[in-house]
């Protein structure tokens, strides 16, 4: 006997479920965000709160979940995305400050930075 061993003996192709026009909102494409939604994720992950107690406080506003334009992960997806760039953003301009001080402190100090258009760094010299 092969442990972990798998035999399909038989396919079933058709869908086995029929198709409720009613839960089309929760695929993908019908699910958004939006602004109030997206800056309290903001000041929630600043704060340290988890997605899935961000996710819950929208729950209970609603009502429901059932009443949300988004899923759980779609919170997880934005704080992944959107926030943890604005993060990223930040170490960039951290990262200026301190060679302008070490400039400061240093006249021979020598540095070059290339930006990309949105002001994070490209290349540093």
Known sequence: MD???????KVVL???????PDHAEMLKQHRKLSMFVRRTIETKEEAGI???????SFV??????????????????YITREVQNIFQEDDAKE????LLR??????????ELNLEGDHCIKHAF
């Open 50 to 56: 988890r997605p899935s107690k961000t996710y819950q």
């Open 95 to 98: 990262f200026g400050k301190y």
């Open 60 to 77: 209970v506003a609603a009502g429901s979940h059932r009443e949300l334009s988004f899923i759980e992960n779609d919170v997880r997806i």
């Open 14 to 20: 058709n869908h086995s479920h029929s198709c409720c």
């Open 3 to 9: 442990v972990g061993l798998w035999i399909i003996s």
């Open 102 to 111: 070490m400039k400061e402190k240093n006249q021979n100090f020598f540095f």
